[in-house]
């Protein structure tokens, strides 16, 4: 599976990080946390299967996309990277380093718990399928259906994100068949017996979210039993775009103490 990748920064001597987005999203979610982090780091920001310019595949799994982002970075023969993922890009995240722990040097986990969720997208997958991109005329017209079947002038304008106009006709990038398909597979969480990933990891979470609760602290100390949490005030789900000064100078602080704990592994 090949990704399109967004690079920022230059190999710095650190292990590099991975950014990875959330579901309906694409690596251009991260483009403003990225630029605030490339003077320091290398960044690599992929747009996941079926989501943005990456390749559409039926399989949808966690699994599938961790074996992606195997090979992405095999591709580019980085040994170690920190991940970061948001949402779903959290779910392939801690998948990832689950099953290949050794290529892991930390983990960052922003608003989801490795656990099934119960609530689906049928909402908006409706809204996607309210839209008929045969007549629509100009983008503007899509945001007003969007934002009026989803109640969120926020979650509109993410969605929105990936309709774009080729040959006179408007595409969604998102391979929706695929993704409606399998809406419960994204929802679920599976993971091998016994897996576990004791390295370094932060848990960062929106204090007006509800996709973390207390109630899954044991599962996340279960399988990842270094984790931190951490909590940012008057952010939801989307804790990066909503309040990005706080959520930067938390990954910071944890990316510093990551340096101080592999240099001391040397």
Known sequence: MELFVREYGTDSGKP?????????GSSANWMGIARKLEKDFQLLVPDLRNHGRSAHNA???YQALADDLHELLDHYAIEQAVLVGHSMGGKAAMQFALRFPQRVAALVVVDIAPVAYSHGFDGIHAAFDSLDLDSLDKREDALA????RLGSALIAG???QNLQRL???WHWRLNLSALKAGADEISGFDVAAHAEFSGPCLFITGEQSDYVSPDDYQTIQRLFPAAHMQALADAGHWVYFEQPDAFLQVLNRFLADVNVINKGDE
């Open 167 to 169: 040959d006179h006709q």
């Open 158 to 160: 993410y969605l929105l």
């Open 16 to 24: 590099p990080l991975l950014l990875l987005h959330g579901l309906f």
């Open 59 to 61: 399989d949808v799994s």
């Open 145 to 148: 259906v969007l934002e009026e």
